[in-house]
C-alpha cells in the first residue's frame, strides 16, 4: 500500500465504476490499517460517496466495524448522518445490522438525527424492531427526538414490524411506552396482532391479547380477521388461542363472505376445520360460483375431501 501510494501516477482517491474509492472499501471491510493510511494523505476525501450515495462511513456502520467508524468520525469535513439515495443513514443501517456499538458512538453526536425517515418513511427505530435488536430498540428509545409510535409509509408502526416478525422482547418493550397504540393498523387495516397471528407467533399473540386495548377481532380493509388470517396460514396453534377468547367471532365473513370455515375446508386443513366447529363455527359457508356469478352454499365436513364439497358445489362431480 504504502510503496503504492509512493508512485506519482497512482491517485489515492479515484474511484472505479461503481464509484468506490480505495478508503471505501477499506472501510467497508474494516481494514483499521489501510485507513489510516488513506486518510493520511490530503487528496482523500473521507466522506465522498459512491454512485448509491453510500460513504465510507455508511459502510462501516452498516457492517459493525467500530474502529473504522470511530476513525472516520475524528475526521473534520465528515457528515455523519449524511443519507445514501435511498434516505437511509449510517445509523439506519447500524441499527438494522443490531450493532449497538456503533449505534451508541453516532448517537452521541449533536449532528446525527436519530428519527430521521428513509425514503419509505422508515426510521431507525423501524428497522432495528422489525430485525430483533432490543438493545438498539433501547439505545434509540433513550432519546427523546425519537417517536416510539411512527408509521412509516405504509403506515407501519416499530410494533407492527415487531409483532409480524415475531420478536417478543421488543414488542414489550415498546409497549412499556405509553405513546404506543398497540392495535394501531397499517394502512391496509392490518395490526399487529393480525401480523404476528398470520406469521404465527405465538408469544407476541398471547402478549398482544393481554392488552385491554387489543380487538382480537378486528377486520383488515379485506374484511379478515386475526383468525381468518391464521386459519389461511393454517396456524393450528395460533386459531385455538383466538378461539379460546368470547370476542372472537369463529364465523366471522370477509368482504367476499368467505368465513375461517370455509377457507378452512378449501384449503383441506382438517384439524382446524374440527377446532372451528368445536367452537360454533357454522357447517356452511359460501363461495362464489362463476358459472352462474352467485354464491353457493356448501357443507364443510372434516370426513369430506374438502375439493369434493368446494367442487360439487361449482358444478362439477368428479369420479
Do not use: C
Amino acid at each position: 500500500m504504502k510503496i503504492l501510494l509512493g508512485q506519482e501516477d497512482i491517485s489515492p482517491d479515484r474511484p472505479d465504476n461503481e464509484g468506490q474509492t480505495p478508503l471505501l472499501g477499506a472501510a467497508r471491510n474494516g481494514h483499521e490499517g489501510v485507513v489510516k493510511i488513506l486518510l493520511g494523505r490530503e487528496e482523500v476525501n473521507p466522506d465522498r460517496p459512491d454512485n448509491e450515495g453510500q460513504t465510507p462511513l455508511w459502510n462501516a456502520a452498516r457492517n459493525g466495524h467500530e474502529g473504522v467508524v470511530k476513525i472516520l468520525l475524528g475526521q473534520e469535513e465528515l457528515s455523519p448522518d449524511k443519507p445514501d439515495k435511498r434516505g437511509r443513514t449510517p445509523l439506519s443501517y447500524a441499527a438494522w445490522n443490531g450493532h449497538a456499538g456503533v449505534a451508541k458512538m453516532l448517537l452521541e453526536l449533536e449532528d446525527v438525527s436519530p428519527g430521521k425517515p428513509d425514503r419509505w418513511g422508515r426510521t431507525p427505530l423501524s428497522y432495528a424492531a422489525r430485525n430483533g435488536y432490543e438493545g438498539v430498540v433501547q439505545l434509540l428509545l433513550g432519546r427523546e427526538e425519537v417517536n416510539p409510535d411512527k408509521p412509516d409509509g405504509f403506515g407501519r408502526t416499530p410494533l407492527w414490524y415487531a409483532a409480524g416478525n415475531g420478536h417478543a422482547g421488543v414488542v414489550k418493550v415498546l409497549l412499556g411506552r405509553e405513546e404506543v397504540d398497540p392495535d394501531k393498523p397499517d394502512r391496509f387495516g392490518q395490526t399487529p396482532l393480525s401480523d404476528a397471528a398470520q406469521g404465527g407467533h405465538e408469544g407476541v399473540v398471547k402478549i398482544l391479547l393481554g392488552r385491554e386495548d387489543v380487538n382480537p377481532d378486528r377486520p383488515d380493509n379485506d374484511g379478515q380477521t386475526p383468525l381468518w388470517k391464521a386459519v389461511y396460514k393454517s396456524v393450528e396453534s395460533v386459531v385455538e388461542i383466538l378461539l379460546e377468547r368470547e370476542d372472537v367471532n369463529p364465523g366471522s365473513l370477509d368482504n367476499d363472505d368467505k368465513t375461517p370455515l370455509s377457507v378452512a375446508s378449501l384449503y383441506g386443513y382438517n384439524t382446524i376445520m374440527t377446532l372451528l366447529q368445536s367452537y360454533g363455527a357454522r357447517t356452511h359457508s359460501m363461495v362464489f360460483n362463476p358459472r352462474i356469478h352467485r354464491f353457493v352454499e356448501i357443507t364443510a365436513s372434516p370426513s369430506l375431501s374438502p375439493y369434493t364439497t368446494f367442487y360439487e358445489a361449482l358444478g362439477y362431480h368428479p369420479l
